[in-house]
């Protein structure tokens, strides 16, 4: 399986970006799903998860009620809407199957797609 992350960008402090996650490949079932996002000099951090069907999210504190993880019709594509952005947003954001809030709770990382909030 290989997952392909997108929809970066440059964006203003407060404004939007949806980044989506499609899957690829020999899918035997379709599994939960997450964001991670790595800043220069931090470490990797998780974001947001979803389970298979889409019906069970989860967020870290630092991006609830501004981000929303939710699974395209075809379940194979997950999109990270993210609002109110700001300046520590910055970060490359990577998708992953698995679900929790470590990096190893995680399998087949995507390559990464850069975000950047300018104040």
């Known amino acids: 399986v290989q997952l392909q992350a997108s929809g970066g960008g440059l964006v203003q402090a407060g404004g939007s970006l949806r980044l989506s996650c499609a899957a690829s490949?020999?899918?035997?079932?379709?599994?939960?799903m997450g964001w991670f996002r790595q800043a220069p000099g931090k470490e990797r951090e998780f974001v947001a998860a979803i389970n298979w069907s889409g019906e069970m999210t989860h967020y870290a504190d630092s991006v609830k009620g501004r981000f929303t993880i939710s699974r395209g019709n075809a379940k194979n594509t997950v999109y990270l809407q993210m609002g109110s952005l700001k300046p520590e947003d910055t970060a490359v954001y990577y998708c992953?199957?698995?679900?929790?809030?470590?990096?190893?709770?995680?399998?087949?990382w995507g390559q990464g797609t850069q975000v950047t909030v300018s104040s």
């Open positions: 992953a199957r698995g679900w929790g809030t470590t990096p190893t709770d995680y399998i087949n």
């Open positions: 490949g020999t899918l035997s079932d379709i599994s939960a």
